[in-house]
């Protein structure tokens, strides 16, 4: 009896221990199918249509914006970051290329146009005249698109800025993973 059961414990951690490493064997090659992902080079096509009814649903409101920055090559980002730092101008980003959802095209920044074509970044300014901030009532659309809004962000506000993470972490997607193309 007891050479039975010794007998089928040693079979049982045999089968277990090949399960495991083919699992690790897999894991392993997804990984390295993950990190050989390019970059994407545009806006996802989910963050591009929700740009679009961005824009129709604040003019529905008499609100007229501008998508004032969208996909973000990765030396783009560097170069935005530089400034303030190593280059003229004030700080607007703390990422870092490969840092910031622009550089995975699922961010988008935002800004006010005026009737003279001018663009402001006026987060009081209240054109439409309701007694609410424009930039405000934008970025609630925003949030109710399904973006997350840079303003509601605790260290640093960035108003102009809106993305969709798709529940993936800057780690993640600097790991391959990519959302998918279409909501289920």
Same mark, same amino acid.
């Given at each position: ?7 089928? *414990? ?17 894991? *392993? ?19 591009? $249509? ?10 529905? *409101? ?33 990422? $870092? &290329? ?24 006026? *987060? ?6 309701? &007694? ?43 790991? &391959? ?8």
């Amino acid at each position: 009896m007891k050479q039975a059961k010794t007998a089928f *414990i040693i079979i049982f951690l045999l089968v277990l221990g090949g399960f495991l490493f083919f699992w690790v064997q897999r894991e *392993i090659e997804f990984r390295e199918e993950l990190e050989d992902r390019p970059l994407p080079d545009s806006l996802h096509p989910i963050v591009e $249509e929700m740009s679009q009814q961005l824009v129709e649903e604040a003019a529905e *409101i008499d609100i007229d914006i501008i998508i004032t920055d969208g996909f973000r090559s990765v030396e783009e980002q560097d170069r935005l970051h530089h400034q303030g730092r190593s280059s003229d101008g004030n700080i607007v980003t703390y990422a $870092e &290329g490969g840092e910031s959802y622009h550089n995975y095209g699922l961010a988008i920044d935002f800004a006010l146009q005026l009737d003279d074509g001018s663009i402001v970044w006026d *987060i009081e300014r209240d054109d439409n005249g309701n &007694g609410r901030s424009d930039w405000f009532e934008v970025a609630e659309i925003g949030k109710r698109l399904g973006f997350e809004w840079g303003g509601d962000w605790n260290r640093f506000k960035d108003y102009p800025h809106l993305q969709m993470t798709f529940g993936l972490s800057i780690r993640e997607l600097r790991k &391959g993973w990519r959302p998918e193309d279409k909501l289920d």
